[in-house]
C-alpha cells in the first residue's frame, strides 16, 4: 500500500517553512513534500495534480481553483547600494519617472502603468535582472520577498509607498479536496490541533423561558438534597 503524502509547490520567494514544521509535529505519519515552482507554471502544477497545493501569487485566470488569500507584500525598487535612490528610506513612483526600468519575463508586479522608461532587452528570469542591476543597466521592480531572495551587498531596495502590493495566496483544486488538503489549509489559517471544519454546531442557545425551567429545576432538585439529612436525623432519634 502506497504511503499517503501530500505535494506542497511554492513559488520564488514563498516561505513555507513555518507551516512545513507545525506539519511534521502535527502529522508525522504523513510526509510533506516540497517542491519549488516557477512563478508561471505553478498554477499548471495544481491543475495537472503535480503538488497538491500552492503558494503562490494569484492568477488572472483561476477558474476550477480554491483561492485562499493570505497576505500582500510590499513592493520595492531594487537598485545598487549607491544608486540616488538609495538615499531615501522609501520612495514614491514619481521618483522613478525617467528611470530604466528592468522587466523580467516572469515579471510578476501588476502595475499597469508603472513609472520609468522600460528597457527593450527583457531578461529571462528576476535572478537576471537582479544580475543586469548590479551592472547598472537599470532598476527593478519586484515584490519584497524577491529582494531579500536574491539579495546581494552590492544591491539594496526600497518600498514605493504609492505601488500596488504583490497579493500572496494558497490554491488547490476546488473538485479535489482531500482530508490531508483540509488539514494543511487548517494550519495555514492557523487552526489548533484537533479543531476542525467538520467539528458539530455548538447548541443553540437557550430561550429566557428554558432558563427560568432550568434554574427552577435545579433548586428544587437542591431542596431535595437538602431535606434528605433532617429524614435521617429523625430516625436516629
Known amino acids: 500500500m502506497t504511503r499517503p503524502s501530500l505535494t506542497l509547490g511554492y513559488v520564488p520567494g514563498g516561505t513555507p ?5 507545525i506539519w511534521a509535529q502535527r502529522r508525522p505519519d504523513v510526509p510533506l513534500q ?9 498554477v499548471a502544477a495544481v491543475r495537472a495534480g503535480a503538488v497538491d497545493v500552492a503558494l503562490l501569487r494569484p492568477p488572472t485566470d483561476t ?70 542591476v548590479a551592472a547598472g543597466l537599470g532598476v527593478l521592480i519586484v515584490p519584497q520577498s524577491l529582494a531579500r531572495l536574491y539579495h546581494r551587498k552590492d544591491l539594496t531596495y526600497r518600498p514605493i509607498t504609492d505601488a500596488p502590493t504583490c497579493p500572496v495566496a ?9 482530508q490531508l488538503v483540509e488539514e494543511f489549509v487548517g494550519i495555514v ?22 432558563k427560568t425551567l432550568a434554574k427552577q429545576a435545579a433548586r428544587a432538585a437542591a431542596g431535595k438534597v437538602a431535606r434528605k439529612p433532617r429524614r435521617a436525623e429523625r430516625g436516629r432519634r
Not at 17 to 21: D, L
Not at 171 to 178: D, G, I, M, T, V
Not at 199 to 210: I, L, N, S
Open 34 to 42: 516540497l517542491r519549488s515552482v516557477a512563478a508561471a507554471d505553478a
Open 63 to 132: 477558474s476550477g481553483l480554491a483561492v485562499i488569500p493570505l497576505y500582500d507584500e510590499t513592493t520595492v525598487a531594487v537598485v545598487p547600494t549607491d544608486h540616488v535612490l538609495s538615499a531615501a528610506d522609501e520612495i514614491t513612483a514619481a521618483d522613478l519617472r525617467g528611470e530604466p526600468i528592468l522587466l523580467p519575463l516572469d515579471d510578476v508586479v501588476a502595475w499597469a502603468e508603472a513609472p520609468g522608461d522600460p528597457i527593450d532587452h527583457r531578461p529571462e528570469t528576476t535572478k537576471d535582472a537582479i544580475e543586469l
Open 189 to 210: 489559517r492557523g487552526r489548533k490541533p484537533g479543531s476542525s471544519r467538520g467539528q458539530a454546531e455548538p447548541p443553540p442557545k437557550r430561550t429566557a423561558r428554558e
Open 17 to 21: 517553512a513555518k507551516w512545513a514544521r
Open 170 to 178: 494558497l490554491a488547490f483544486l476546488e473538485s479535489r479536496q482531500p
